[in-house]
């Protein structure tokens, strides 16, 4: 059975880091296009960032350039998202995702149940 199992969010006072977690299980991460989106209340969901499966390229959301890494390790099936200089606005259910095609959009194949940030003094 495919899944993919978010974990690391948390609590983190603004200015800190968090590095989220998402453990693949029924299939192989390598032939994917893999994402992280996040939605915040009130507010609609929204990609953070993704690795293409055509060339490995990396793509950021505006909001996170500079703060924000995706990488993923095959040996060990997972996909990461290192967050550091972390901002209240940042606050939001983080989901990870991953799609047959070569790119990420709002429509990926699978989705995980999401890990919850917070960004709070």
């Known amino acids: 059975q495919l899944q993919l199992v978010e974990s690391g969010g948390g609590l983190v006072q603004p200015g800190g880091s968090l590095r989220l977690s998402c453990a693949a299980s029924?299939?192989?991460?390598?032939?994917?296009?893999i994402g992280w989106f996040r939605q915040a209340p009130g507010k609609e969901r929204e990609g953070v960032s993704c690795?293409?499966?055509?060339?490995?390229?990396?793509l950021y959301a505006d909001s996170v350039k500079g703060r924000f890494t995706i990488s993923r390790d095959n040996a060990k099936n997972t996909m990461y998202l290192q967050m550091n200089s972390l901002k209240p606005e940042d606050t939001a259910v983080y989901y990870c995702?991953?799609?047959?095609?070569?790119?990420?959009?709002?429509?990926?194949?699978?989705w995980g149940k999401g890990t919850l940030v917070t960004v709070s003094s």
């Open positions: 690795i293409r499966s055509s060339d490995g390229s990396t």
């Open positions: 995702a991953v799609d047959r095609g070569y790119y990420c959009s709002r429509s990926m194949d699978y």
């Open positions: 029924g299939f192989t991460l390598d032939y994917y296009a």
